[in-house]
Structure formats: C-alpha cells, structure tokens
C-alpha cells in the first residue's frame, strides 16, 4: 500500500528551515579553519600549518564560532541591537514574532545561566519552551539511546533545539541529523559559539566600534573556550592588537598565535597587567579553573592569585575602557570593581540575551 | 459560620470535567477485563479464566488501554488526524483551543521522551504547562507525604495531571482521587495507555487499516508492556493474524494468548524472523531489556543477539509492509535500516504528539 | 568614548519597579521588630527587650512577615479573593493582566509544592515563567558563585525573581541586589511570607473574620516557623485568643510569648486538645519534624503520636470551626478527617495560589 512511502515521502518533503543567514553567506558558505584553532577539534591544530579554508557543513545551524564571517557578524549584531527595543517594550506591547514556535532546550549537562538565557529569549520573543535539563536520563528505561535516535524523536516535538552537551562534536552530529536548526549551547571543550558572539557584541555595543581595538586577554588562556574563540573572531577586523597576560602554566597556544600572524594581527605577551590595562579598550578577565590543575593544588593557587582585576587597575584602566568576564566569577576580579560603570561583565552577560533573541528570530522567521 | 460550609460545597459543586468520550462510551461505560491481561495486574491473569467483563473506574480519565473500545479508538484517532493539521497550521494560525489551560506534569521518575511529548502536546494546542521532573522530591521537608495528598494539591493549581509513577496502579489511585482529569503517562510495570494508542494508530496511519492485519511482534514479549497492549488492543479488530517471535526466555506469556483465543484472533509462534517478516504487515521489535536478566549475562548476551531487524529483513519484507519500535532502541535495528521509508519508527514517536493532543483536546474541551 | 559610561547610566536609569503596596505603606514603610521573633533570625530574640520600630529595608519585595501591617495584609486580601474570579475565568476568558512578564523561579533546594503554586499563579495571570529547580548547580563549571552575582545575571533575563534558598537571609540579600522584585518563597530556617499570608487569609475567607478569632496552635510549635510567623501576624487583630498545644519538648518559645504579650494577645499552654478544640475557630495542626530529634528516635515517637487530629477531635470541634495545616501532612491528622467540611487543608494550600497571584499583580503591575 503507498501509505508507508507517502509517510516517508512526506518527511521528506519537509520544508528546509528557513536560512536566516545573510544571502551572502547563503551564497557562499562561511568558512571555518581545517586546522581548527580552537578547543575541542582535536588533531587539527597542527601548528604551523597555515590555515585552510573549509565548508562549513550547514547553514540553518549555530554549530561554532568558525562558522560566521564580518557579514554574519555584522547582520547578528544589527538585529541584536533592535532586540534591546524588543525587551524594552515586553510589558506594554510584548513580541509575537515567535508565536506559534517551540523550542526544545535539550541539555546533557547543567548550565543554568545559558539554559535560562535562551528561554528567556524565546519567551521575549512570544515563542515556547520544551525544557530538559538532565537529557542524560532521557529514558529511565535505557541510558545506551544514540544522540541521532533522541534528536530524530525531539525534532518531531519542536521547531528548533538548543542542545548542550558534554561531548565535543555533539552539536555537529545533532545538526547532521536534524532537519530543524539545532544551536550549539555548547558541546564539552568544544565550542560554545552564542558566548563568543556576545562577547564580540559586548565590545561592539561598549566601545562602539571593532575595528582598531586594543584587547587584553587575562586570566587560563590555554583552557579557557572564550578567550581562544574570542582572539579567532576579532581577528577578523581591522588594526586589532591583543595583550596575553596569564600565568606561564597556562599560557595562550601557539595555533591561536600562529593563526593571528597569519591574520596579521598584532599581539604580545605581557607580566605586567598594569601595563596593559592602561593601554587597552578592553580587559577580558577570566577565571582559572582549579579542575585543570589536577593534585597541583599549589600551581592553581600561584596561577588563581596572580592576576587579580581590582580597583588598582581601574585607577590606570582608561575612561572609555571597560572589563569583561564570561561569568561565573570568583575572586579573579575584585566586588569593589562592580560598582565602576566600567565592570561590563553584567551588561555582556544581558548581551547573551538579546544575542540570542536575534539567532532564534534569524533562525526561525528570517531577518 | 457557614462560610466552611459554603466553601466546601463549593468544592463539591466544582463541575466535573467534561467527559469527552464519544457518547456511546459514556452511556455504557467502556469495558476491561477481570482478568486482565496486561502487565502489572498480578493476580489477575489465571489463564484458563474466560475474561469477564467489568466497569472501568472512570470515564475522563486516561488510565488503561482496556478501557478503550472501538468506537472510543476510532474517535480518538480522528481527532489525532485532525492534530497533524493543527501542528502544521503552528506558526502562522497557531491553536487556541486548550488556551486558558494548565497541564501539571507530575513525573515521579525521569522520561523525557513522553513528558517532551505531552508538553509539546499542550503547547501546540495553546495550553500552559507546569513541569515536575522529580516528584519524588515533592517537598523538600517530607518524603512521607500520600500520592493521594499530592493530587488534592496539585489539582488546585492546574486543569489536567500527566502522571508517571513508578508504582503499578498509581495512576488509577491518583484518577480516583482527583476531581480534574488524570493522563496515566506510565505506571511502573503497570500501564502505559498512550503508549499503546499511538502504537494502534500508527499502524492505522501507515497502512491505512486495522482489519485483516498481520503483525510481527518481535523481541521480549514476556516482560514488554507495548507488545502485551498491542496485542490486547489490535484483537478488537476483524481477521487479525499475530506471530510471535522471541527468544524461548521471554516468550509471550499465556494470558494473553488465552485472551487472544477467546477473541478469535489468529497467532503463531516462530522462529524464523525472515519467514515471517516476509508476510506481515508490520514489524514490531523491541528491546530485550538487560535488566530482566539479572546474573544471567549469558542468557541476556544469547536472547538481544538472537533477532536484529536489518537489511536482510528489508530485502523480504513486502513493500508496503513498516518497522515499529516504542523507542528507545539500542541495536535491535541495525541503524542502515533508518533511511529505509518502511522503518516507520520515528513516525511512531511523532505520532504520540498528534495522540496526546487529541487526548488533551477530548478531555478538555470535548470533541 | 562615552558607550561603556552612557551604557552605565542607562542601567542606573532603570526604572524601579511599580512599588505596589498600598500608598499607606509607601508613604510611611511598614515596620519590623528589631527583635524579631521569628525563626531564622539569630541573636535578635532577646526576650524581655520591648519590640522596637524599625524600616523595612525595601518595599517593593516580599521578604519576611513582619513587613506587612494590618493596611497591607487587607490590599494583598482584597486582591487574593479578586483573584479567584479571575482563575474561575480562565478557560472562557483568561487573564492577561501581566502577559509579557517573566518571573524566574529559582530554587536552591526542592519545594514542588511552592513552585508549582507560583508558577501557577504566574500563568493564571498570563504571565510566563523561567524555571530553575537546581540552582546550586547554576553552572557546571563552578560552584562557587555568589548568590548577589546569580541574581544579577537572572535580573537581565527576567521580571521578578522567586527565590527558595537554604540559608536564612539569603531572601534579603537577593533583595539588595535586585534591581527587580523579589519573593522570598522560603530561605532555610528563616522566612517563608507567602505561607504565612495565605494562612491568615484562610482564616479570613473561612471564618469570616480575624478580629475575635480563637486559634488553636497544635503540634511543634518551637521549630516550625508557620505557626510562628501565623502567631505573629494574627497579634495585629484584636481580641485574638491564642492556645498553645504541644509535646513539652517542641512547646513555643519566650520571644514569641513575649511578644503576644506585649502587643495585649491572651494566650495560654494546654495539654488538652479537644478541650481546646471545642472552644475554638481555627485548630491548626503541624507536623513534628523528625530531624529535630537527631537520635532521640524515642523522644520523636512519643512526640508525633500525642495530638492526632482525628474523628475524636471533630466531634467536639465546633461547627463553623475549620481544622488547616501548612502541608505536607504525615499522619497528625487522620484522612478520615479529610471528607469533613471542616477539613481545610486542601483549600489552604489552593489559596496559596490567590495569595501568590495578588502579590505578583501587585508587584509588577500594582493594584
């Protein structure tokens, strides 16, 4: 009987998600490095190895920072800024571009602050949430379920899926499998590309402009997912120089500074914070995770104690600068520094917010 | 003072929820077995008992697949044909019927699958949702407190309980004391009666009929409460022929082959899954659960290897024939079969949303 | 450049939120005692000292009992019993009055029972909701974030906050920090305002009244912190008669007593609970909490099973009496209790959600 092949056929036939992305980069694919600079691509950083350039497997998808060209940063953040007037008017005329629409917050591993942000998106945009927050017990009748097989179930349920996951490379197999657009909420040591645009759009959105900017990375450099998509992304502007100040155990890797010089992006290793706080428009301070250190416990704490944002270095910090952190912090940067309308962390931390209102509109209904 | 009185009257005047159940149904209440075939009902499966009939508890209340006649499924499956319009409808004319509604999922143990699924259900009907994952973390202060306690209360907040207990007849206990409608989402070893609807309506929907069916239903047929329902279900159908084929340690068991005698229904047992495939209509695997087995890894290791539904099993199956599973599945279909339109499994899974909409919107809100 | 500071500014510029609490109230904040009597609050119980006046650190949130005055607790009343109109409405013609708000749930220990009321009372009202169950997992990657820093980041993705901690206090310094409202829905061994005013507003909508009322405090009445907070607000009524009936081990404390006394409040001690329960309006019985007793088992069991509220008690409860408790019940009401109209349990826990509603209306939207 032809039931069983329509069925089939009508899958098939199921309209693409719409491709949101400018039509330039429709056009022609964004590019990502073969020899990917960033964590969790294992085996591809070959360090000297110059740079190729490679087809991203699909549009439609937020799978990793590689992914976005000026362009695609460009349209992000154009409609980021208009989803501040958005939230802004919530109470008196709330948003019904995503009525209608579901979205499914699939995570594999907790991260309250990511998982909260992107439903918040969703509802100030007047879309639904499907949430899971331990999709490890997806089934209590069977742990052994592919990511394929609970991805092919969840997409019958939902327009698109935020997955969080703790295996690099995950999000990728989701959006191979997924015929609805799958955003990586990050995936291990992966990538975690909604924080790497939010935090492009901070400094866009703090100083005004990219190109030209003075950028002092502080903090693990050689662990930490955002510093390292951070220096990758804004190497795609204009007369960037960058300061790496961290302890000698955790250094920035050489794929990243082999990937600026290729660039042609101007950086230099530093002790002195001081120094570079006096000379940047950014200071992106970040924590130093103990886990990294193993029994080491006296490495972590020379490394954690060593380069501490606090109100010494707001004194040498220029006016127009401002300090950022990917959240959550300890004591890398000091209570007394929140109160200077310099601390930017909470602000890049709402950026998140509007980041992630624009790629669920661009998304699901386009620009 | 008569305000307690009043009070309470008042809460006795609440007006029953419409019973949405075709009026046939409502006027001779549907029937169930004394008997009872089916898994969780110990006790009440003496095998050479001719099955008596008898008065399901409640109407409006989803607890059973017994309590479901045919016309009662013909009902239930018009209106799911109706969801599939109302799903594609979402994003531009998305439906209001249950809005104003508030479904509490009261989830005593994780499944993600079938709480996603309701949820999703609710949603693209227009309704709210109240999720519990872990119920059994009700209240942090007690653990002590009755199922029957925390339905009085939890009625008072929402319209409709979606309840998953890991006790069989939990969900009958919560039905019978609620005054707003109970969805059994799966109790234990018990029931788990949407389950078995949208197993019946995907076959209705890939082949186009009930009558004159033949089935296969393949794996552990002792201790899967799918299979047990299936069968129980699909004989109220005309000129049914079932095989079964299992490994000899969890072979189906005789209540419901008794049942099936007594019905008139047509079964044999084989082992020869290609002999069989090859004349079917559907093929029906499931997952040999490991946990069945105890100790006895070598049995467990012997029976899950014994009948895998792969590309051999496609090359007789007949071209309008389709391969089920309730999901999730391990290795029993071999993953070079998904692509195949006869593998029908995740249709199957869609199919639970259209199921639970109709369902929610029969409770409800009535036909 | 002047982004980061005119940025800065924006911020500051924030709107306070509709300060909803009476203009009474506004005007001339609500008092607390300095010598608090209430759970949680240590070092501050001095017994003989006289209760001083002292300002409530913040209108605009609900922290603790003692923030409320009789004017207060009449508008939140005034507004709870609106509020069941606007429920009984739902399905025909559901409330929209805080549609495109979004309250965050965020609870650091489990407390299904509170949750869903707020989240209900949340929807009921056409409000959307961000749910947090695990918040001391707020982010995999570090434990160690302040509670001040969490809401901080919460604040920028919601419209009010309600926050279920484990430390006493935690509620206030949530509030110090928030630029948005915040509920205390129950920190540790210190506050928890909603249960309290949903206890004095069954009172009110059972009896008929507060003025005049004989209250019967039953069961542990040193530890739990609903019938001390229940004690305290009932004081602002005149011609209260308050009767203490417990295990001389859990027996209610000086700070209390003395506090009664001062305010002019007759009370007395008795060991004889149907004698007290046939004089009075209102017997509300309480569990006796297990982890008080540490090892003294026997101390425990000889404790619970001393005032049962049972068949014996309804006998000689007069008739316009009611009989509440604050849930979860144990066994110190019997459920053969249950079918009594006098039983008020069930609908003290469902005017938790009147309660929850009027106080969401009238922080975020005012009277």
Same mark, same amino acid.
């Given at each position: 009987m032809a039931a069983a092949a329509a069925a089939a056929s009508a899958r098939a036939a199921l309209p693409r998600p719409h491709l949101a992305l400018p039509s330039s980069a429709r056009r022609s694919p964004s590019v990502s490095l073969a020899a990917s600079p960033l964590p969790g691509l294992r085996g591809a950083a070959s360090a000297a190895a110059p740079p190729e350039l490679q087809v991203t497997t699909r549009l439609g998808d937020v799978i990793e920072a590689q992914q976005f060209d000026r362009a695609a940063l460009s349209e992000i953040f154009e409609v980021a800024r208009e989803m501040e007037a958005v939230e802004r008017g919530s109470h008196g005329a709330p948003s019904r571009v995503l009525e209608g629409y579901l979205m499914a917050t699939l995570f594999y591993e907790p991260s309250t602050r990511t998982r909260l942000s992107f439903e918040a998106a969703m509802r100030r945009l007047g879309g639904e949430v499907l949430t899971t927050e331990n999709?490890?017990?997806f089934s209590s009748a069977a742990k052994g379920e592919t990511l394929e097989d609970t991805i092919r179930t969840v997409e019958g349920y939902s327009d698109i899926i935020v997955l969080r996951h703790f295996e690099s490379g995950a999000a990728r197999r989701a959006a191979d499998t997924a015929i609805i657009p799958v955003i990586n909420a990050g995936d291990g040591p992966g990538q975690h590309p909604t924080q790497a645009l939010l935090d492009v759009y901070t400094i866009k959105r703090e100083i005004g402009a990219l190109d030209g900017i003075k950028l002092g990375l502080v903090g693990d450099l050689a662990n930490g997912r955002t510093v390292r998509s951070l220096a990758y992304l804004i190497a795609k502007y204009q007369n960037i120089k960058?300061?790496?100040v961290s302890p000698d155990v955790v250094k920035m890797k050489d794929d990243?500074? @082999?990937?600026?010089?290729?660039?042609?992006?101007?950086?230099?290793e530093s002790? @002195?914070?001081?120094?570079?706080?006096s000379q940047c428009d950014v200071i992106y301070q970040t924590r130093i995770q103990k886990e990294r250190f193993g029994e080491r416990i006296d490495l972590y704490e020379a490394a954690r104690g060593k380069y501490i944002v606090d109100k010494k270095v707001l004194d040498v910090l220029p006016k127009?600068?401002?300090i950022m952190h990917p959240l959550p912090r300890l @004591?890398?940067?000091?209570?007394?520094? @929140?109160?200077?309308p310099r601390a930017a962390y909470f602000r890049q931390a709402k950026n998140g917010l509007y980041i992630r209102m624009?790629?669920?509109k661009l998304l699901l209904v386009g620009h």
């Open positions: 999709a490890r017990e960058i300061y790496f990243i500074k @082999d990937y600026l010089n290729s660039q042609g992006v101007e950086w230099e002790s @002195d914070l001081l120094e570079v706080a127009h600068a401002v @004591d890398e940067i000091t209570v007394d520094v @929140d109160s200077d624009a790629l669920l």
